[in-house]
């Protein structure tokens, strides 16, 4: 079993940054497949905002590439969604995901995080 907490979210202005952290535990991060990021806008379907695989590799979706940045510390099990020049549509709670593979794909979720971008 695997918990997350997220932390980071608030208000900002639009063109403003902030960092999510979401930290694990119940499992070394270093296991864990895949760590990622969703958001769900009210009114709107949860959706994939980016990803870090065990390898090192990340992903984005192309909503937010190039502003946002997804990094992983295995020593503090914690994950970060660094986001800047943020937009009112980047308004969300933002969820962390773990996804693990054990003889079948396994995910875990965290409680959310809000994200407040104001014009």
């Known amino acids: 079993q695997v918990q997350l907490v997220e932390s980071g979210g608030g208000l900002v202005q639009a063109g403003g940054s902030l960092r999510l952290s979401c930290a694990t535990s119940g499992m070394d991060i270093f296991s864990i497949n895949t760590m990622a990021w969703y958001r769900q806008a009210p009114g709107n379907r949860r959706e994939w905002v980016a990803s870090t695989h065990s390898g090192g590799s990340t992903d984005y979706a192309a909503s937010v590439k190039g502003r946002f940045t997804i990094s992983r510390d295995n020593a503090k099990n914690t994950v970060y969604l660094q986001m800047n020049s943020l937009k009112p549509e980047d308004t969300a709670v933002y969820y962390c995901?773990?996804?693990?593979?054990?003889?079948?794909?396994?995910?875990?979720w965290g409680q959310g995080t809000q994200v407040t971008v104001s014009s």
């Open positions: 995901n773990a996804m693990v593979m054990a003889g079948r794909e396994f995910n875990f």
